[in-house]
């Protein structure tokens, strides 16, 4: 059975229900605060073994008697961002005496942490790579839930619209391989991140990509019941997915990534759907054609798949609807590789690494520890200045 295949197998639906072992029984009751708390602190992200009143100090989320954990011990300097559940700030540590970014999480009174954050706390504790996102430290008060996080400034959104017209394709290649490199380690982990789109890759001052935002990723070991296909943001939604599928693996997270290569070339999203996800399946349809069954057994037995709302179409090669595609050695066909409307023809995130695509990396990049950046491989550097096309 190809890793590929135990993924998928453990992360199906009719599996998901049966993981809600006695660890996570017992995870959710301690993060589940009740209605009227005690003074909270932060080990409360923790499998207590019981709690000693008579302490003076805060315990760190992760472990230990120590002055993380602490809500002093940060600044507010500036709001970043805001989503659903959590706000964005640069930061500063008075411990570390750096910039950090701070997430802060409104907790409701009778529903303790949104579970989205508990799977984010429980997976990035856990995920230790150069190209994941660290987090430094959790806070936990009556009010939030604080996750400090490493200081990125930008995000990949950002990066394209301050590169307009599309990124240099030595760049490309750099970012195309921290990405997969950072996924190949989480699937590795039997993890999906879900949610893969340039919001939520951050791109340091040198070119580091980090992934992060883990809100809606999933780990074996943090299940809910159910499997929802309301996941990814819609331009980066693979079509498995918008026609209902709720078994899929790895290769959601590898569709959003041939998407983002494909715009870091060209500039723009590729398949920007504006209405909703029949009008996303048919800019996708258009390009790559209409899915049957002697192209994609079991399509037409999806939910979505209703033929009256689908239009007919005949794949295309993808240079064709962009050109510049041509313009980078072996472009055409890794975009080919990642775009796959059959989730299990999608090249996975290890093989991807290994595409001819990226022969003129040096080869030691494959073989760096997990913890340490490609920049320490020498000749590896961003290429500067605004990228104005290949002559």
Not at 241 to 265: A, H, P
Not at 310 to 337: C, F, I
Request: proline share 6%; net charge neutral; hydrophobic share 35%.
């Amino acid at each position: 059975m190809s890793g590929h295949d135990r993924v998928k197998r453990q992360l199906s639906v009719s599996s998901d229900s049966k993981l809600l072992d006695d660890d996570i029984r017992e995870e959710t009751r301690v993060i589940l605060r009740p209605k009227k708390p005690p003074r909270p602190k932060s080990e409360v992200l923790l499998n207590q073994q019981g709690s000693d009143h008579r302490r003076t100090k805060r315990f760190s989320a992760f472990g230990g008697d120590s002055p993380f954990g602490k809500s002093e011990a940060y600044i507010k300097l500036e709001q970043l961002g805001e989503g659903s559940y959590a706000t964005v700030y640069k930061g500063y540590s008075n411990l570390e005496h750096k910039v950090v970014a701070l997430k802060e999480i409104r907790l409701q009174e009778e529903e303790g942490a949104p579970f989205t954050a508990i799977r984010e706390a429980s997976l990035l504790k856990e995920l230790k790579h150069a190209n994941i996102v660290t987090l430094h430290d959790i806070v936990h008060t009556r009010e939030t839930l604080t996750f400090v996080f490493e200081y990125v400034h930008t995000d990949l959104s950002q990066y394209l619209e301050r590169n307009s017209g599309g990124l240099d394709p030595r760049n490309v290649r750099l970012f195309l391989f921290q990405l997969l490199r950072g996924l190949s380690y989480c699937h590795k982990r039997r993890v999906l991140h879900r949610d893969v789109k340039p919001q939520n890759l951050l791109i340091s001052e040198i070119g580091e990509l980090k992934l992060a935002d883990f809100g809606l990723a999933r780990a074996k070991s943090v299940p809910s019941h159910t499997y929802s296909h309301e996941v990814v943001t819609l331009w980066y939604r693979p079509p498995d997915v918008l026609l209902g599928s709720t078994e899929y693996s790895t290769s959601l997270d590898m569709w959003g990534v041939g998407c983002i290569f494909v715009e870091m070339i060209t500039g723009m999203a590729i398949f920007p759907g504006v209405r909703d996800t029949y009008d996303q399946l048919d800019k996708i349809f258009k390009v790559l054609g209409t899915p049957t069954e002697e192209v994609w057994e079991g399509v037409t037995r999806l939910p979505g798949y209703k033929p009256h709302k689908l239009g007919l179409y005949q794949p295309k090669k993808l240079g064709l609807y962009w050109p510049r595609l041509h313009d980078v050695v072996q472009g055409e066909n890794m975009a080919t590789s990642l775009l796959q409307l059959n989730p299990q023809d999608r090249i996975g995130a290890d093989d991807a690494m290994i595409h001819p695509y990226f022969n003129g990396l040096p080869k030691k990049l494959l073989e760096l520890p997990d913890d340490v950046s490609i920049f320490s491989v020498e000749g590896v550097i961003l290429t500067p200045g605004h990228y104005s096309g290949i002559k």
